[in-house]
């Protein structure tokens, strides 16, 4: 299979060697992924300065690698309509240094970039390591092999790619695989009052995630307890029952409007 990497840790990360080096045994694998750290960008594009997009020499064993100075979504966009020789069957991302699970998929650039993929019409999978660590990459990229295998034989809907997490475990197995839904995942978020040497006060987001009150069939129970945890997703939005109760309300202009 020809396989598209990319991610939001910047193509100098652990996670996306290992999973790019784990593919790439079996597979023709290009990698396209930021210059650096571009963590929690969400969708985010690039449209008003232009993109650089430099080779990279990330490991002999890939087809070829570049590094570019747009966001995780701008590196799938510009591969695949810019730099890839020939489309890919697949668009993987990762490996996330840290989860993402529940929320933070809507501000995670790891999950963008496969969302990326799934807007341009390819079959995407989105991994994260399920903690800070430097631990754990091998064993994970392992596993995305295995996964990315199983893929080849199934015939996937469009609209949808997978969002995996995997525990940072290493020499040790996983509990097992769970197939979750997207759990809450708030957070306590604590924003640190400070005075720069200027006399302006500044504020820096901190905080931690609140696990408490997860449904037991939530990636986040899922990975707490050593699991993967694999949760289909889509980028449909729209709150279908709502849909019908909105047309009852009474939505006439006010007054006519002025021809
Ligand atoms: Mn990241």
Redesign the pocket.
Known sequence: MRILVA???GIG?PGIKALATALARENEVYVVAPDR????MGHALTLHRPLAAEPYALDPSLAGAWSTTGTPSDCVKLAVGAILPHPPDLIVSGI???PNLGADVLY???VSASLEGVINGFPAVAF?LAAFTDRGYAQAAEFALSLVRQLQTRTLPPKFLLNVNIPALEGEPYAGVRVTKLGVRRYQDVFEQRTDPRGRTFYWLAGEAIEAGEDADSDVVAVRSNYVSITPIQYDMTHYPMLEPIKGWNLQLEAPVQA
């Open positions: 991610n939001d840790d990360a750290e571009r963590s929690a996330n240094r840290g995670s650039g790891t994260s």
